[in-house]
């Protein structure tokens, strides 16, 4: 067994850098591909973000990231944060939040037709 071992590698041809350094390129180039698609999706959710809270309008219902809904009712702008009213008619608060804890936004047009729709269902 050794014999024919022996024999393989004395006919086995040396190895080919070149297929290294194409290994090495390909490897680098899909490498560049995800960090660039990496980039532009953080981009365009970015943009979409800022959008969103670009389009606040009071009235607004606002869902946030912990999962607090309420109704704005103030934008403070110079300190970068929101009033939101949460609760029933009978027992209502105002919480501040940061901008960046909106999670998502409908409009006012939006929580009236939902109204309207439990309104019937009571």
Same mark, same amino acid.
């Given at each position: 067994?050794?014999?024919?071992?022996?024999?393989?590698?004395?006919t086995a041809a040396p190895p080919d850098?070149?297929?290294?350094?194409?290994?090495?390129?390909?490897?680098?180039?899909?490498?560049?591909?995800?960090?660039?698609?990496?980039?532009?999706?953080?981009?365009?959710?970015?943009?979409?973000? @800022?959008?969103? /809270?670009?389009?606040? *309008?009071?009235?607004? =219902?606002?869902?946030?990231?912990?999962?607090?809904?309420?109704?704005? +009712?103030?934008?403070?702008?110079?300190?970068?944060?929101?009033?939101?009213?949460?609760?029933?008619?009978? @027992?209502?608060? /105002?919480?501040?939040? *940061?901008?960046?804890? =909106?999670?998502?936004?409908?409009?006012?047009?939006?929580?009236?037709? +939902?109204?309207?729709?439990?309104?019937?269902?009571?």
């Amino acid at each position: 067994m050794l014999k024919y071992l022996l024999m393989f590698e004395e006919t086995a041809a040396p190895p080919d850098n070149s297929m290294t350094w194409i290994m090495f390129a390909i490897l680098g180039v899909l490498l560049v591909v995800m960090l660039v698609t990496s980039m532009l999706q953080r981009k365009k959710q970015k943009k979409q973000a @800022d959008e969103m /809270t670009n389009n606040l *309008v009071l009235g607004c =219902i606002i869902t946030t990231i912990g999962g607090i809904v309420g109704t704005l +009712v103030e934008i403070d702008d110079e300190n970068g944060c929101y009033y939101i009213e949460t609760g029933s008619y009978k @027992d209502k608060h /105002t919480i501040q939040i *940061v901008k960046n804890a =909106i999670f998502s936004v409908r409009s006012q047009r939006d929580s009236e037709s +939902v109204e309207e729709i439990t309104n019937e269902i009571k």
